[in-house]
């Protein structure tokens, strides 16, 4: 009997890493991905990887009709909802795009579930809606949410309390908010990884594209925070762990008769910018060509997660190291050349 799971946005990032953490632990994942914000050449490697082409149904997720003909054709076990756009900067100078897509997407899924008597959902959340915890360093998941200082981080904000407010109204459902830190690496195959789309926003990208030469040079945006060496310090998460946390969140919710968590998913531990850089260097041996710039509006100087409830709740927590992630991100950027160069 197939244990059939959604997941929406899985040609993504974090989407194709938890595929393969759903087949390794006997799902059958099912892709609703429409590639607007992912490279087709992650299926060749999930095919590599799993020894089968996943089953993928290219669709918009806002898709009213589409969407629910899926319903009509699967049983699902649980949805793992992704597909969103999610670049801060980008939000900014399109609210309207992001707000359009990743709130009328979440809606959409809501909407079938319930119709389709679908119980179990994940959502794809984020340390973002913390935004600037006031002096707090290591945040649960009561840790009062600040407004996100951006148009995507709302998304995610809003998108918590569409769920939650779908729960009190539906309480047979079993909803779960996932809220992640900081996703780096790829996964060892170096067959699946980060598709960044232009200039990366994000550090670990920034570092391995730095050290292959398709940037010049890494600016650490200040060196003036209150932090053990001036720079922001961030929970930075292996994919895979990440990816195998969204198991852990379908097998737990599996159970249930009417459940409602919102939980962190990160190592419980900050790391600044230098060692991260320290980190790339002394496990690759390569010598990255970076210096200090000015601060980037809208960061945070430090937030890690308290990963307890994952720990008690899940029975998950993160098991790769910063060095696995390095080398990994690393594996994947020369990888990614070889495929740039066929
Ligand atoms: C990390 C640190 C930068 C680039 C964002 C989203 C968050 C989540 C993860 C989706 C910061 C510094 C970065 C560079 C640098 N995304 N940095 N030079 O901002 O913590 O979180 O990505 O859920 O929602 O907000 O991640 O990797 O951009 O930055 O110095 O070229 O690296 O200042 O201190 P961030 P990041």
């Given at each position: 009997m197939e244990k059939y799971v959604l997941v929406t946005g899985g040609a993504g990032y974090i989407g194709s890493h938890t595929v393969v953490s759903l087949v390794e632990n006997g799902y059958t994942p099912v892709i609703l991905d429409d590639f607007r914000n992912a490279n087709r050449v992650v299926i060749d490697g999930l095919t590599k990887i799993l020894g089968k082409k996943p089953i993928i149904i290219e669709l918009d997720v806002c898709d009213q009709n589409g969407v629910k003909e899926i319903f009509e054709s699967y049983k699902f076990e649980g949805i793992i909802h992704f597909a969103a756009y999610k670049a801060v900067g980008e939000s900014v100078d399109e609210p309207l795009k992001y707000y359009q897509n990743n709130l009328m997407g979440l809606i959409n899924i809501l909407s079938n579930m319930i119709e389709f008597n679908v119980k179990n959902l994940v959502f794809s959340s984020s340390?973002?809606?913390?935004?600037?915890?006031?002096?707090?360093?290591e945040v649960t998941e009561e840790t009062p949410k600040n407004f996100p200082n951006s148009p995507y981080g709302f998304t995610k904000w809003i998108g918590e309390q569409i769920i939650e407010d779908t729960f009190k109204a539906n309480p047979s459902l079993n909803l779960m908010n996932l809220r992640y830190f900081n996703p780096v690496g790829a996964h060892k195959s170096s067959l699946i990884g980060e598709f960044p789309?232009?200039?990366?926003?994000?550090l670990m990208p920034y570092i391995t594209q730095t050290a292959i030469g398709k940037q010049e040079e890494l600016i650490?945006?200040?060196?003036?925070?209150?932090t053990i060496d001036g720079t922001c310090i961030r929970d930075y998460i292996h994919v895979v762990d990440l990816a195998y946390a969204h198991v852990k969140a379908i097998v737990f919710l599996a159970g249930k008769f009417g459940s409602f968590e919102t939980i962190n998913i990160g190592t419980g531990k900050g790391s600044s910018v230098l060692e991260i850089i320290s980190a790339f260097e002394s496990e690759t041996g390569q010598k990255l060509k970076w210096k200090y710039g000015k601060r980037r509006s809208g960061d945070v100087t430090e937030i890690f997660a308290n990963a307890t409830k994952a720990k008690n709740i899940l029975e998950w927590e993160a098991k790769l190291s910063i060095k696995d992630a390095v080398i990994d991100a690393w594996n994947w950027e020369k990888k990614l050349i070889e495929h740039n160069e066929k």
């Open positions: 340390c973002t809606v913390y935004g600037e915890p006031k002096g707090i360093k789309i232009g200039k990366p926003n994000n650490v945006f200040g060196n003036d925070y209150p």
